[in-house]
């Protein structure tokens, strides 16, 4: 490789570091450097100082420096050999790093991003990552799509759904209950084609899943809401009509309850009374820190449970790949459907994920969230009940919801928020009926840990000043 720009290093660097931030100086020397190159003050071929010149300059110790080149390294920002230097490979894309968001009707403006549904990609392991797709592309290429989704990948998520969910499938049975999807959103779909009839009505808790709500209704299946409250869906309330019933009971999407063991038991019985297909979004059940993965109810009913799961909120969209676990009589019909319109589940984020479970890369990446995701909401949780708040949600997943007394303060904190450069998400947009919950849901995910410290104190503000419901208020009737 060569480096032709530049000879002599880089020096006099725009370089601060904040020694008594909470972000270990070398993620905020790392930081530094790819701003600067997303900025254009670094360019592709730029000759970075040494470690131990660098150390110098800014006064650390050159532990700091290496660890930051390190991880730029790694990431592919920089290369260098010993004795011939370091230089700059290729510079990051113009604008703001992952913790910001722009765009999708938010304009042109660059906010940072406290919105729920974002995986954590600050603490990837970048080389696991990178070892993942090398191994991934050594795999023969396939020759025809596989319907079902690869084999391999069917078995690793059959392992990990008993080793984190509790969720036990016979290795004889994987072939025909286990399916790969191209995620929750394309599995319901699926499910809206190949198993519903337009007309059919599917009761969903509300507010909920508003993505799967328009894809249901774009099939033409006609969705119900059902209230929500702090033990997950009313199951007294499901229409007896329904054909189906769509609920996130480990982790309520987005009020962030649990579903309480004898309503389970309810919902499960209700539903082989009636003969209801109940639709479980187990969206990131993995990520729990209180206590062990609530059992799922897949394991309570397969016999009447459709399970999805994602790799979108525990590892990263880029995979576009989830899993189905179902009866037979809707996993034949769902490969039946993709048999006729030729649809199939990329089969490369399936290899990338087989990769990851085999080197063990992906047991010790969620053991890592985990632990990074518990303390996040510590400082989330902290911060916001020192301004007076109350917060909802299970000690678990990626984001808490603050509730509000009425829809006029949950739109000031939310206009207010983004008035400052902070993007976050009110409860009107998750309902399907009348808004029976105010509040703003908060994410900790989407952002950097220096991001988040810096916007949660203005949220709290916001939130003091609009007044709280307290639990369980929000609902605002």
């Known amino acids: 490789m060569t480096h032709p720009r530049a000879t ?20 905020q020397l790392a930081e530094t450097i790819r701003t600067a190159a997303a900025d254009g003050v670094l360019r592709a071929g730029d000759r970075l100082p040494s470690t131990r010149a660098l150390a110098a300059e800014l006064g650390v110790s050159r532990t700091v420096t290496a660890a930051a080149y390190d991880q730029l390294h790694a990431e592919g920002w920089i290369d260098g050999k010993h004795g011939s230097g370091t230089y700059v490979t290729t510079t990051p894309p113009r604008g703001i790093p992952h913790g910001r968001v722009s765009g999708q009707g938010k304009g042109e403006r660059e906010y940072i991003d406290l919105a729920p549904g974002a995986p954590l990609i600050e603490d990837m392991d970048r080389a696991a990552w990178r070892r993942a797709w090398r191994a991934a592309a050594d795999e023969e290429p396939l020759l025809r799509p596989v319907r079902a989704g690869l084999p391999e990948y069917r078995e690793v998520i059959a392992e990990h759904l008993l080793r984190h969910r509790g969720l036990s499938v016979a290795p004889a049975r994987i072939a025909e209950v ?42 033409g299946v006609r969705v119900v809401p059902v209230p929500v409250d702090e033990g997950g869906v009313r199951v007294d309330e499901i229409d007896p009509a329904a054909k189906a019933v769509y609920c996130s009971p480990s982790h309520q999407y987005p009020l962030g309850g649990r579903m309480a063991a004898s309503r389970r038991v309810q919902l499960v019985e209700r539903a082989r009374e009636r003969g209801w297909l109940v639709i479980e979004d187990d969206y ?11 059992p799922l109810l ?20 880029t995979l576009g790949a989830g899993w189905m676990i179902a009866p037979q009589q809707v996993t034949g019909k769902v490969l039946d459907y993709r048999e006729r319109t030729g649809v199939a ?19 010790r990446h969620l053991r890592k969230i985990r632990r990074v995701l518990h303390q ?7 911060t916001l009940r020192a301004a007076g708040a109350d917060v909802l949600g299970d000690d678990a997943g990626a984001h808490v919801v603050v509730p509000l007394e009425n829809p006029l303060h949950e739109d000031a904190v939310v206009r207010g928020a983004r008035e400052q450069g902070i993007w976050i ?11 029976q919950w105010h509040g703003v849901a908060l994410g900790y995910t989407a952002c950097t840990h220096a991001e988040l410290e ?11 000043r609009c007044g709280y419901a307290g639990s369980p208020g929000g609902r605002g009737h």
Do not use: W
């Open 345 to 363: 589940p990329a089969a490369a984020g399936q290899q990338v994920l087989v990769q990851l479970a085999r080197n063990g890369d992906l047991g």
């Open 8 to 27: 002599t290093p880089i020096t006099n660097l725009p370089i601060t570091l904040e020694r008594d931030a909470a972000t270990p100086l070398a993620v």
């Open 284 to 294: 990131d059940g993995e990520l729990r820190y209180d206590v062990a993965p609530l």
């Open 425 to 435: 998400d009110g409860l009107a947009r998750h309902h399907i009926g009348t808004q």
């Open 178 to 219: 286990v399916l790969a999807t191209a995620g929750t959103t394309a599995a319901v779909n699926e499910l809206a084609c190949a198993v519903f009839e337009p007309g059919d009505v599917l009761a969903m808790e509300d507010p909920g899943y508003q993505r799967a709500v328009q894809v249901l209704r774009s099939a």
């Open 298 to 317: 897949a394991s309570l009913a397969p016999d009447v449970v459709v399970h999805l799961g994602t790799t979108s909120k525990i590892f990263t969209s």
């Open 454 to 464: 810096q916007a949660l104190p203005v949220v709290a503000g916001l939130l003091k």
């Open 376 to 382: 996040r909401r510590e400082l989330v949780v902290h």
